[in-house]
Nanobody
Framework: QVQLVESGGGLVQPGGSSRLSCAAS????????VYWYRQAPGNQRELVAF???????TYADSVRGRFTISRDNAKNTVYLQMNSLKPEDTAVYYC?????????WGQGTQVTVSS
């Protein structure tokens, strides 16, 4: 059974940092492209960043320079390091793994940026 489990969310002050993790089981995670999406209340789900199986990365304009996506294939885990957080980064963050027709989503983790 394939599972993606996000962790690391919570309440963070503006300007602070947080690291999200997406831990996979039941699949060869290293061959998947992995995406981080987020969805704030009343908004559509938006792409934040993704990493290819080869380690190339892409970021949304809104997070470029502040967020870093990385992967540790030995641990079957993808990370999203978030720095200089802003209130507008508040959302539920989802991990999404894709390889061809095979796609999997995690359950999401809440990140709230507030003082």
């Amino acid at each position: 059974q394939v599972q993606l489990v996000e962790s690391g969310g919570g309440l963070v002050q503006p300007g602070g940092s947080s690291r999200l993790s997406c831990a996979a089981s039941g699949l060869n995670f290293s061959i998947y492209y992995v995406y981080w999406y987020r969805q704030a209340p009343g908004n559509q789900r938006e792409l934040v960043a993704f990493i290819t199986s080869g380690g190339a990365t892409t970021y949304a304009d809104s997070v470029r320079g502040r967020f870093t996506i990385s992967r540790d294939n030995a641990k079957n885990t993808v990370y999203l390091q978030m720095n200089s957080l802003k209130p507008e980064d508040t959302a539920v963050y989802y991990c999404h793994a894709v390889r061809g027709l095979h796609t999997y989503w995690g359950q999401g983790t809440q990140v709230t940026v507030s003082s």
